[in-house]
Nanobody
């Protein structure tokens, strides 16, 4: 059973934008806070942001504040990460999960910011 599917990554130039999607099964998405994570090359996976079922968001990385926005569509069991003004330092594999009760990690989606 595929529970988490990340998509939307790709190669983008510095200053560009990307919109990532996280499609989750209803059993883990509905009425649960969901989070975005990322893992840069040679680095540990870190929490980027999370969003409650009601849409209240928290950004955990100061380096992305003002540039990343989290949203969710509960009817579609999908969470989004709108990334703007991208920097090379944002290059990483981006994952989603349920912070309160994590399930197996998906494959993530690669974001590469380079000129």
């Amino acid at each position: 059973q595929v529970q988490l599917v990340e998509s939307g990554g790709g190669l983008v130039q510095p200053g560009g934008s990307l919109r990532l999607s996280c499609a989750a099964s209803g059993s883990i998405f509905e009425r649960n806070t969901m989070g975005w994570y990322r893992q840069a090359p040679g680095k540990q996976r870190e929490l980027v942001a999370h969003i409650t079922p009601a849409g209240i968001t928290s950004i955990w990385l100061g380096s992305v504040k003002g540039r990343f926005t989290v949203s969710r569509d509960n009817a579609k069991n999908t969470m989004y990460l709108q990334m703007s003004s991208l920097k090379p330092e944002d290059t990483a594999v981006y994952y989603c999960n349920r912070p309160g009760a994590p399930v197996d990690w998906g494959q993530g989606t690669q974001v590469t910011v380079s000129s």
